[in-house]
């Protein structure tokens, strides 16, 4: 493999960070859109009288013209309350299942509070992390970020303060919650899978790649990605999931190789042969 080929495969890492930030902005409005439902369920408390009173009235309005003017204001009321507390219900726990996500922002920025000083995570209290934390899941607005978000915020907020530090600064080995942090970086990209990649480069791979920020990296990753056919897109974002759970040392090993096996090389080389 030669240098202009693996900076060739390098630039096609970067397409997916942007994307890991926009589900809750969708399942606000979704919730929303319940709540202005809602007021459909106290008709059907209203509708299940109706329904009690249409009972007798039937009887007395032998009459076709009383049966008429009687039946639709009784029926058609009855009808769609009756509907109604069926389809209130479902996205009720759609909602509840949104919740989850302010809920364990929350409670994850009050143990990182706990266990960090000011000067270390930088917060000026507990709320403007836990809407930073909201924030950039709203940004991606998908299932999968907003659930990998949910997972690694209840993970550190069960470790140990000595666990929170370590994962924090990235310290120990294993670092704590690893595998649910790069969960978040990939679930939490668009489909080029940049994020996690430029994180990597940008920490272990400045002099190697060109990238001192996370910035012109994504920006880099993503054109290339973009200028690919299809199938090669596919084999890039393959390489960027790879690189993205790579220590420093791997990722170096990594960049430098030439023949496999090296770290991450079988999607590295399908790339290179990608046409």
């Known amino acids: 493999m030669t240098p202009t080929k693996r900076s060739t495969a390098l630039l096609a890492l970067c397409s997916l960070a942007l994307a890991a930030c926009t589900v809750s902005v969708n399942e606000t409005d979704i919730t929303d859109s319940l709540s202005d439902t809602d007021p ?5 408390s209203s509708g299940s009288e109706t329904d009690t009173t249409a009972g007798p009235t039937e009887p007395t309005g032998t009459d076709s013209d009383t049966g008429t003017s009687t039946e639709p204001g009784t029926d058609s009321d009855a009808g769609t309350e009756t509907t109604d507390p069926t389809e209130t219900t479902d996205p009720t726990d759609t909602t509840d299942t949104d919740g989850d ?6 409670a994850y920025c009050e143990h990182l509070l706990e266990c960090l000083d000011p000067g270390e995570h930088g917060f000026s209290d507990a709320a403007e992390c836990a809407a930073e934390c909201e924030g950039a899941a709203m940004v991606v607005d998908t299932a999968e970020c907003d659930g990998a978000s949910i997972s690694l915020n209840e993970c550190v907020g069960a470790l140990s303060c000595d666990d929170v530090s370590a994962w924090w600064f990235g310290d120990g080995d294993p670092i704590p919650c690893a595998d649910e942090s790069v969960d978040v970086t990939v679930g939490c990209d668009g489909p080029a899978k940049c994020a996690g990649y ?3 480069a940008v920490e272990c791979l400045p002099d190697q790649t060109g990238f001192d920020d996370f910035g012109s990296c994504i ?3 993503e054109g290339a990605y973009d200028a690919l056919s299809m199938s090669c ?3 890039s974002a393959a390489v960027n999931v790879c690189v993205a759970a790579l220590n420093c040392e791997d990722a170096v090993a990594w960049f430098d190789g030439v023949d496999p096996p090296y770290p991450c090389s079988d999607p590295t080389e399908e790339l290179i042969m990608c046409r």
């Open 198 to 200: 430029c994180s990597v």
């Open 101 to 106: 996500l302010p809920g364990s922002c929350l």
């Open 40 to 44: 459909s369920t106290s008709d059907t």
């Open 219 to 221: 920006a880099e990753c």
């Open 233 to 235: 897109q596919d084999a």
